[in-house]
């Protein structure tokens, strides 16, 4: 039986959890026969530290186990990172309605009675590593789904819509913690001459490199950078201080310089710059994100006002 699929090009990978090693021989034995790949763990302990570090396809758990029973592995494995989505099947002498109940209400999608019928058994864990598999191929579908949604197709980084779904979380977040949250706002030079000079297309071009030169500038996993409209691209830096959100401007604006994007229409330089405007403030409960946007932007409109291809902030509070 070939149990691999297009998307999957090794066989499936299944966790059988029993103290008795000759039900556990004899389980592996009927399943290698299956060509399945077969992991092996004598009870519930053990087997929570074999899922986290193998992440099978199916588990097939014993009830009754010593220390820790199949019930109560099933339970710890529901609060671990892909326990909900892996399926277990539980294996029981006991078939009494209450064993039955109590093995789905913990967690477990099916169950099978000792003695093991094989062909019952054969066919349930198919049909379950049919189902797992396309539930991941449909979780994988929703997460892609969900980014494509929340990125902006020209530049690959955030939209409009995450810029704001993001900043409203991290501004409830800093005003519980009453934390500086601290924004970039950067516009590149003269970009509609630019567009004027070189054509739309090559303007595209211009956006998605300065797009990722900004990307690549920022380090923390909880920074995040969007295209908020236009030529202007928005830096959200949680937890940040003003003279750390000036460092990072000093260094997206150098790295832009270094693009060496050919500008021959701009005042101010033979090559692509951006101006760039930093504001930080803690929020104060109950406030409103557009704070830190109103002042990021007047921010942006000063280092405009000065001769462009530079920086300048404003801050309010004390850090």
Request: hydrophobic residues 40%.
């Amino acid at each position: 039986m070939n149990t691999t699929f297009a998307e999957n090009k090794s066989p499936a990978l299944i966790l059988i959890v029993d103290d008795e090693q000759f039900i556990r021989m004899q389980l592996r034995l009927a399943l290698e026969r299956e060509g399945y790949q077969i992991a092996e763990a004598e009870n519930g302990r053990k087997a929570l530290n074999v899922f986290q570090q193998l992440h099978p396809d199916l588990i097939l758990l014993d009830a009754i186990m010593p220390d820790m029973d199949g019930f109560e592995c099933c339970t710890q494995l529901q609060s671990l990172e892909c326990g909900r989505s892996t399926p277990v099947l539980m294996i029981t002498g006991l078939d009494d309605q209450e064993s039955v109940d109590r093995a789905f209400e913990v967690g477990a999608v099916d169950f099978v009675t000792k003695p093991v019928h094989w062909p019952v058994l054969r066919q349930r864990v198919k049909f379950l590593i049919e189902q797992s598999h396309l539930q991941k191929q449909l979780e994988l579908a929703h997460r892609e789904l969900q980014r494509l949604v929340t990125i902006d197709q020209l530049t690959q980084v955030s939209n409009r819509r995450r810029f704001e779904e993001y900043l409203t979380q991290e501004w409830q977040r800093m005003a519980r913690e009453q934390l500086p949250i601290s924004m970039i706002l950067s516009d590149i030079d003269y970009f509609k001459l630019y567009n004027d000079t070189y054509g739309h297309q090559v303007g595209d071009y211009c956006l998605q490199e300065v797009a990722q030169c900004i990307n690549h500038s920022i380090k923390r996993p909880a920074d995040v950078v969007a295209r908020y409209g236009g030529e202007e691209f928005a830096v959200i830096l949680p937890n940040t201080e003003i003279e750390g959100a000036i460092i990072l401007a000093e260094i997206i604006c150098s790295a832009v310089r270094e693009l060496k994007i050919p500008h021959s229409s701009s005042p101010v330089s033979a090559s692509v710059t951006i101006s760039a405007g930093v504001a930080t403030i803690i929020p104060k409960p109950n406030s409103n994100y557009q704070e830190v946007i109103i002042l990021a932007d007047k921010a942006l409109y000063q280092a405009k006002l000065a001769g462009r291809d530079r920086i300048k902030s404003i801050s309010i509070g004390k850090y």
